[in-house]
């Protein structure tokens, strides 16, 4: 089970030095949801693939960011282990893992990011705002999500890459709600290129929609 790294970052942006604390992996054996979040029990890692400098709140990847080494395995009564602990909740409490996603996702798109790389970062906001409980954010980040994969789906030539932009748009407005958006985005995928893995999901998630079913699902196996 992937367990968070507690070490020392520098912000690219403004330089800042922080303590963060990051996962590197997702972690193996685990199920895949229909909007493709992958659960392999134990730790939600989601939250810690993204860091936010405290210092001018610039969100990315921690890959985005200076790593400067981890920290010494302190005594929890250590004053340093005190200090990081108190440091780092109070990180969690200002960025669950749907703010950081966002202001993740605004950061690129300051950069001028690519759609698909913003849109990630959305639907990745969605799953950790599902985590939350927190339907409003969920909402939000799906429906930011959907607008990018629709623009994916413009962008790209057929292939792979726009049938599960298309199966993502058909998926996540089957979540929304909007079952005749749904329809519409399923009956664009082309299913020859699709990924096999994904095949028989998106079959019935197609199904799903024509029923007026919202409901969170997990992909069929084989």
Known sequence: ?????????????????????????????????????????????????????????????????????????????????????????????????????????????????????RAHLYLRGSWCARKEGDAAAERYHQERAVRGFREVFRQEAGGAGAAIAAYLVGELCRRLGWFGEAEAAFACVNFSVLPVWLQKGFIEMRERARRGDNTPQMLPGD
């Open 1 to 117: 089970m992937p367990l968070p790294v507690f070490c020392r970052m520098r912000c690219p942006e403004c330089n800042t030095n922080f303590p963060a604390e990051i996962v590197k992996s997702t972690g193996s054996g685990g199920v895949l949801e229909s909007d493709l979040c992958y659960r392999a029990g134990g730790l939600f890692v989601y939250p810690f693939m993204v860091v936010v400098c405290p210092g001018c709140r610039f969100a990315s990847y921690h890959q985005e960011f200076v790593f400067l080494g981890e920290y010494p395995r302190y005594s929890q009564y250590h004053p340093i282990q005190r200090a990081l602990g108190e440091f780092l909740r109070a990180q969690r409490r200002l960025y669950p893992g749907s703010e950081r996603y966002r202001l993740a996702a605004l950061s690129m798109q300051r950069k001028n990011a690519d759609v698909l790389q």
